[in-house]
């Protein structure tokens, strides 16, 4: 199983100049939020593929020692799907892959890899789920290469699962929910593991 990183994405919700990264701003711990989510998904599978655009060393860097490998991509720049499709594409041979989103900080390990387990046939499809809504990480098995080889745009692989059998893995908190969008996100989840206000 191929762990997948999304870390191409331009952030313009959270500074629409585009002068300030989300995904290099620090949590509260100090540490950024895409070395939180390559962290945790680097644990669960050792040797994930973080997709960059080019033109990012400090972010590569942070990736890399978090324990990813980087996959740069000109491509990438024009949305999720051509991001997908590269880190896909560089790792053709894998039994299937397990994608992650670089703005998501809070996941933990065991949910990732309770998804990637979930794959049982090169059909199957999977995703983590909280109180009935799927979130991510989402496992693809290796029968959907084709298909996530040729996804462009901005809509990452959702044509891909419209319509598709998804199995859902249920997760204890809504860290499979929760992204950071805006500036506000940055706060840690509640203790409960459940939604702060105004989210």
């Known amino acids: 199983m191929q762990g997948i990183l999304l870390a191409a994405g331009f952030g313009r919700r959270f500074d629409p100049d585009g002068r300030v990264s989300k995904l290099m701003a620090p949590l509260p ?20 593929l973080a997709v960059i655009r080019p033109g990012q060393p400090a972010l590569a860097a942070q990736l890399r020692d978090a324990g990813c490998r980087i996959v740069e991509s000109a491509a990438a720049e024009g949305g999720m799907g051509h991001a997908l499709a590269a880190a ?10 397990l994608v992650a989103l670089a703005d998501m900080p809070w996941l933990d390990p065991r949910i990732i ?7 049982q046939t090169p059909e199957d499809i999977a995703a983590a789920a909280f ?10 098995g290796a029968a959907h290469r084709p298909a996530l080889c040729a996804l462009s745009g901005d809509q990452g692989a959702r044509e891909l699962l419209r319509g598709a059998t998804v199995r ?9 929910l929760r ?18 206000p105004g989210r």
């Open 88 to 97: 896909v594409r560089a790792s053709a041979d894998a039994d299937g892959w």
């Open 29 to 48: 711990d100090g540490r950024s939020v895409a070395t939180h989510a390559a962290e945790a998904l680097c644990a669960a599978l050792p040797g994930s």
């Open 179 to 196: 992204d950071v969008d805006h500036p506000r996100d940055l706060m840690p989840p509640p203790a409960d593991g459940g939604t702060p």
């Open 168 to 176: 859902q893995v249920d997760s204890a908190d809504d860290a499979v």
């Open 113 to 119: 890899r309770a998804v990637a387990a979930a794959l």
């Open 131 to 140: 109180a009935g809504r799927r979130g991510h990480p989402v496992a693809f």
